[in-house]
């Protein structure tokens, strides 16, 4: 075995195991500012097996079309819907559906996550874990989810009864 | 022995697919659901740049395959992204069980 083939062996399984290792880490971490962090780095080590590939032209138009445009998910959609230093990591806690493979995550926030204030008066004792539930007795109609009401009557916007929020399983407090 | 050939390139395109897979699924978040399906866009460029290295060097047709499936990723991330804000903007929500008015 000739020391080139050694070499590239070396190289294939150290950018496979940064390609595996960003998405595996994208998966498991509990940030979706880090999970967009660890997809660059994933697709950087895909560029690199590329090269290895002698795909040259493929290396380069992965660097910029896919690491660029994931720069620009991060920079529009994670900066400007979730507030990256404040409770982001207890809302994607909060939204995964089984305990799913982020709850072995060492960066996993640990214990029941705060309430979040416009839910604080709702939450219920028992399901502080659970997606912030609909306030109690808010009505809302089955087809517009954006209509809330106090008391039942009808939707405003197409005449249906109004239900209880909480009948509509959004608010996370039945079961899936 | 040779250096890694078709089967080790295709072994990491499988384990990549599979860590999509398994972010689409787990995730309820609209973005986190984009990012498992550009994990699984870009398995599949690998296994394609790896076919064309080893069984059809000669031929382009492999590398003009990846540009085009590149662009088709880009095209659907800037598509996804304009929804998503817009949906944002209105629902002030990126949770997709909650956008399930379509279910029936």
Redesign the interface.
């Known amino acids: 075995?000739s020391a080139?083939?050694l070499a590239?062996?070396a190289l294939?399984l150290a950018l496979?195991a940064v390609?595996?290792g960003g998405?595996?880490m994208?998966?498991l971490t509990m940030s979706?500012y880090r999970?967009?962090l660890f997809?660059m780095v994933?697709?950087l080590g895909?560029a690199g097996?590329?090269f290895?590939?002698?795909?040259d032209?493929?290396a380069v138009?992965?660097i910029m079309?896919?690491v660029g445009?994931?720069l620009?998910?991060i920079l529009?959609?994670?900066m400007?819907?979730i507030d990256p230093g404040g409770e982001m990591m207890w809302d994607?806690k909060r939204?995964?559906?089984?305990p799913?493979?982020?709850a072995f995550s060492m960066s996993m926030p640990r214990g029941a996550p705060p309430v979040a204030e416009e839910s604080a008066a709702t939450a219920h004792a028992g399901h502080a874990g659970d997606?912030p539930a609909a306030p109690e007795g808010v009505w809302t109609c089955p087809?517009h989810?954006?209509v809330r009401s106090d008391e039942p009557g009808k939707c405003p916007k197409c005449g249906m009864d109004l239900v209880p929020a909480e009948s509509l399983g959004?608010g996370g407090s039945q079961g899936e | 022995m040779s250096g890694p050939g078709l089967e080790a390139y295709l072994a990491v395109g499988a384990l990549l697919f599979g860590i999509g897979v398994a972010a689409v699924l787990s995730q309820r978040g609209a973005i986190m659901v984009m990012m498992g399906i550009e994990i699984m866009m870009n398995a599949a460029v690998l296994n394609l740049v790896a076919f064309w290295r080893f069984v059809a060097p000669d031929a382009f047709d492999g590398q003009l395959f990846v540009i085009v499936l590149v662009t088709v990723a880009a095209v659907e991330l800037a598509a996804g992204l304009g929804l998503l804000l817009l949906i944002y903007r209105q629902r002030g929500t990126q949770n997709i069980d909650r956008l399930a008015e379509m279910k029936g």
């Open positions: 075995m080139s083939v590239e062996w294939f496979s390609a595996l998405s595996a994208m998966l979706m999970a967009g997809l994933s697709f895909l097996m590329f290895l590939l002698q795909a032209l493929l138009i992965q079309m896919n445009g994931m620009v998910m529009f959609m994670v400007l819907m994607m939204q995964m559906k089984l799913g493979p982020g997606a087809m989810s954006e959004t």
